[in-house]
């Protein structure tokens, strides 16, 4: 009995062993994080039984529900293609709390460094800044500029938190910097607001409305719970205001912002802007870069008005001004101004209609429309074209490709 006893004990002990080699890689913390609301991930069918929840058409589902909201209210309406933004991190005491795991200010660098890559990537045209509070202090912690790489990695050494939080001294810090770019620009500030108060010097208000003459456009995303505050700043400058309750939900409101919002109507005056389209030095150049006034060794853009040298594109030239651009970087703003309408889901009844003749393929990539049992599967078809996609290739065309295969292969038979 005892040498039974010592068996079971002992293989008891080795489970716990494997249990412990298998979650080995993860700390206590993380462990609970991924066990606990596992009852999230499965639903009830239409038979009572439950099963797991279909990501991917969850996720397809709420991917076009933003899409119309967003392109609701998008057509015949002027947009901003130049923006100037200013992203205002808040790196108090507040943003080390620990609600969001592992922490805050973990989160906000995570998902500032997806938005800065997909505002690039929108917006060719723009330029961002990154401005931070800590100690009741606004820094700014990056000029504005379009290198998102050398946004993102001062952003990564600078991720300390402690002190208070100041929401007028960053104020005054941005508003003083964006009244220095041209009248064409739209000038943006964007505020990531881990704090439940702000320690300021002076009246807000009035920093509130000298942002509003500026004509500058304020957005708020709080961390905690909604300040009247902040919702009075959005409300005057004519931005948005919006309280992330998880992780998830804070990187699909921070995306948000990735697209140029329609303009104002006071502020959304038409201009003729001067660009110039600099030629790319040869590789093995030396000259003194206007930007970092020091020679440099390598590729650089020369500007055809001055013929001084810039290190990146977009820019404007140090020496006279003009704004330097590639051709790209204009047709991938294009978008933006006539954008593709969205598709047209393929409801079960017309899949289920003996006399419909189903396409049996996806027009972009060939893949077959149906399920294991040949039942059709999910679908959406071009209101104009008529053809039928998948849902991958519908995501793909309208965040990336910006065109409609089926249509343009009509257009060009």
């Given at each position: 009995?005892?040498?039974?006893?010592g068996?079971?004990?002992?293989g008891?002990a080795?489970?716990?062993d494997?249990?412990?080699?298998?979650?080995?890689?993860l700390?206590?913390?993380?462990?609970t994080?991924?066990d606990?609301?596992?009852w999230?991930?499965?639903?009830?069918d239409e038979?009572?039984?439950l099963?797991?929840?279909?990501?991917?058409?969850?996720?397809?589902?709420?991917?076009?529900r933003?899409?119309?909201s967003?392109l609701?209210?998008?057509?015949?309406?002027?947009?901003?293609l130049i923006r100037y933004?200013?992203?205002?991190i808040?790196?108090?005491r507040?943003?080390?709390e620990?609600?969001?795991?592992?922490?805050r200010i973990?989160?906000?660098?995570?998902?500032v460094?997806?938005?800065?890559r997909?505002?690039f990537?929108?917006n060719?045209l723009?330029?961002?800044?990154?401005?931070?509070?800590?100690d009741?202090?606004?820094h700014?912690?990056?000029?504005?500029?379009?290198?998102?790489e050398?946004?993102?990695?001062?952003l990564?050494?600078?991720?300390?938190?402690s002190?208070?939080?100041?929401?007028?001294?960053?104020?005054?810090?941005?508003?003083?910097?964006?009244?220095?770019i041209?009248?064409y620009?739209h000038?943006e500030?964007?505020i990531?607001?881990?704090?439940?108060s702000t320690?300021d010097?002076?009246?807000?208000?009035?920093?509130?409305?000298?942002?509003?003459?500026?004509?500058?456009?304020?957005?708020v995303?709080g961390?905690?719970?909604?300040m009247?505050?902040?919702?009075?700043?959005c409300?005057?400058?004519?931005?948005?205001?919006?309280v992330?309750?998880?992780?998830s939900?804070?990187?699909e409101?921070?995306?948000?912002h990735?697209?140029?919002?329609?303009a104002?109507?006071?502020f959304?005056v038409a201009?003729?802007?001067?660009m110039g389209?600099?030629q790319?030095a040869?590789?093995?150049?030396i000259s003194i870069?206007?930007?970092h006034k020091?020679?440099?060794?390598?590729?650089?853009?020369?500007c055809?008005?001055c013929?001084?040298?810039a290190c990146?594109?977009?820019?404007e030239?140090?020496?006279?001004?003009?704004?330097?651009?590639?051709?790209?970087?204009?047709?991938?703003?294009?978008?933006?101004?006539?954008?593709?309408a969205?598709?047209?889901?393929?409801?079960?009844?017309?899949?289920?209609?003996p006399?419909?003749?189903l396409?049996?393929?996806?027009f972009?990539?060939?893949q077959s429309?149906?399920?294991?049992?040949?039942?059709?599967?999910?679908?959406?078809?071009?209101?104009?074209?008529?053809?039928?996609?998948?849902?991958d290739?519908?995501i793909?065309?309208?965040?990336?490709?910006?065109?409609?295969?089926?249509?343009?292969?009509?257009?060009h038979?």
């Amino acid at each position: 009995m005892n040498n039974g006893a010592g068996r079971r004990i002992n293989g008891g002990a080795e489970e716990d062993d494997d249990e412990d080699d298998v979650n080995g890689d993860l700390d206590a913390w993380e462990r609970t994080y991924t066990d606990e609301r596992s009852w999230e991930s499965l639903q009830e069918d239409e038979s009572g039984m439950l099963r797991p929840i279909d990501n991917q058409a969850l996720y397809h589902s709420q991917y076009r529900r933003r899409l119309r909201s967003l392109l609701s209210t998008a057509a015949r309406i002027q947009k901003g293609l130049i923006r100037y933004l200013y992203i205002v991190i808040d790196l108090s005491r507040a943003a080390s709390e620990m609600d969001f795991r592992p922490s805050r200010i973990a989160v906000i660098a995570k998902h500032v460094e997806t938005f800065i890559r997909e505002f690039f990537y929108q917006n060719p045209l723009s330029q961002v800044g990154i401005v931070t509070i800590k100690d009741g202090v606004a820094h700014c912690l990056t000029d504005i500029g379009g290198s998102p790489e050398s946004h993102i990695n001062a952003l990564m050494k600078k991720l300390e938190c402690s002190g208070d939080s100041s929401l007028q001294n960053a104020l005054d810090l941005v508003d003083g910097y964006l009244n220095q770019i041209p009248s064409y620009g739209h000038r943006e500030v964007l505020i990531l607001y881990s704090a439940l108060s702000t320690c300021d010097p002076g009246d807000i208000m009035d920093t509130i409305q000298k942002c509003r003459k500026s004509k500058i456009r304020c957005s708020v995303i709080g961390l905690a719970a909604e300040m009247f505050i902040c919702k009075h700043l959005c409300q005057e400058t004519g931005g948005t205001y919006s309280v992330a309750l998880d992780e998830s939900h804070f990187k699909e409101l921070i995306l948000e912002h990735a697209p140029p919002p329609p303009a104002i109507a006071e502020f959304a005056v038409a201009n003729l802007i001067k660009m110039g389209f600099p030629q790319r030095a040869a590789e093995g150049s030396i000259s003194i870069c206007s930007c970092h006034k020091e020679a440099k060794v390598g590729a650089g853009y020369t500007c055809p008005r001055c013929k001084a040298r810039a290190c990146e594109l977009p820019t404007e030239c140090c020496v006279c001004g003009l704004t330097l651009v590639s051709s790209p970087h204009l047709a991938r703003s294009y978008h933006h101004l006539f954008p593709i309408a969205p598709f047209d889901e393929v409801t079960s009844s017309h899949l289920n209609n003996p006399n419909c003749k189903l396409q049996r393929n996806c027009f972009g990539c060939q893949q077959s429309l149906l399920d294991p049992g040949n039942k059709p599967g999910p679908a959406v078809v071009c209101p104009k074209c008529k053809w039928y996609f998948c849902l991958d290739c519908d995501i793909y065309i309208h965040e990336s490709l910006h065109n409609c295969p089926g249509c343009d292969s009509l257009r060009h038979s």
